[in-house]
């Protein structure tokens, strides 16, 4: 096998900045991402078969993907967990750069490569597809599409989705209501039923945005401090008592 980062046995820089368990941690988030793509897709699709270890420990995870019926579709992609500054690149952005190397892959001017020539092969024989490949589409801006920001804002409010204490922010559930905003359902202390909130899933730019980080951090002080009232909604919905418009967050 041979290694998926150019330089040969030596370690570029920016991983000499991470230790072997800071390493592990990235990996580790990977592996809990890629989860979500292993089970069968709703339509025709490629679905996760693996996640590996990436050789030597360079920062580098190895995801196999295949098309949930046929081994032999199987493709290795080699995803840098670091940029070139040593930073620690987004799981989500790793997600997205992976989508895009797939289908690339499986585009009609792409078929002459599906019995992975021109490709190493990892000891289980699937062809790998090298680290600096998925690279360039990370340095190039990886492209969301709008599950990325409905899937980051479900998870950004209630990365458990469940209430494991009394006193959690609780997710009951998730509307997709445009192409511009979601409906995040939640109970918990501090609600007298379950409400909905109402958040963007794009920018000022219109451009999707993955997560919604500052909302995820300011939601329990908004609760707590009865400050929702301030973000009033004229929107009815039978699967909660009201409704309010966090859009602007």
């Known amino acids: ?22 390493l592990a941690r990235l990996q580790a988030a990977l ?16 679905v996760v078969r693996g996640v590996l270890p990436g ?4 920062g580098v995870g190895r995801v196999v993907v295949w098309d949930g019926h046929d081994l032999g579709t199987s493709v ?14 987004p799981v989500c952005d790793l997600a997205a750069a992976l989508r895009q190397a797939v289908r690339g892959w499986q585009a009609p001017g792409a078929q002459r490569t599906a019995s992975g020539a021109g490709h190493d092969r990892d000891g289980h024989g699937i062809p790998v597809v090298a680290a600096e490949n998925i690279g360039l589409l990370l340095e190039d801006g990886p492209e969301f599409d709008l ?10 409010i209630a990365p458990s989705g469940g209430c494991e204490s009394a006193g959690e922010l609780c997710l ?16 918990g202390e501090g609600l007298v039923d379950v409400v909905g909130l109402d958040v963007s899933l794009r920018d000022e730019a219109g ?6 980080t500052g ?18 909604s004229d929107a009815v919905d039978p699967y909660c008592s009201k409704v309010f418009d966090l859009a602007h967050w």
């Open 147 to 156: 599950t990325d920001a409905l899937h980051g804002a479900a998870a950004g």
């Open 215 to 232: 909302l995820a951090a300011a939601l329990p002080s908004l609760v707590a401090d009865d400050q929702l009232r301030y973000n009033p």
């Open 76 to 89: 290795a992609y080699d995803l840098p967990l670091l940029d070139r500054h040593g930073d620690n690149i």
């Open 55 to 58: 050789p030597d420990g360079r």
């Open 172 to 187: 009951l559930g998730f509307l997709l209501l445009d192409r511009y905003s979601a409906r995040l359902y939640m109970t």
């Open 207 to 212: 451009t999707v945005a993955v997560g919604v």
């Open 1 to 22: 096998m041979t290694s998926p980062l150019p330089g040969g046995s030596q370690e570029p820089a920016p991983v000499q900045r991470w230790e072997k368990e800071g």
């Open 31 to 46: 592996v809990r991402d890629m989860l979500r793509f292993t089970a069968a897709s709703l339509g025709d699709g490629s």
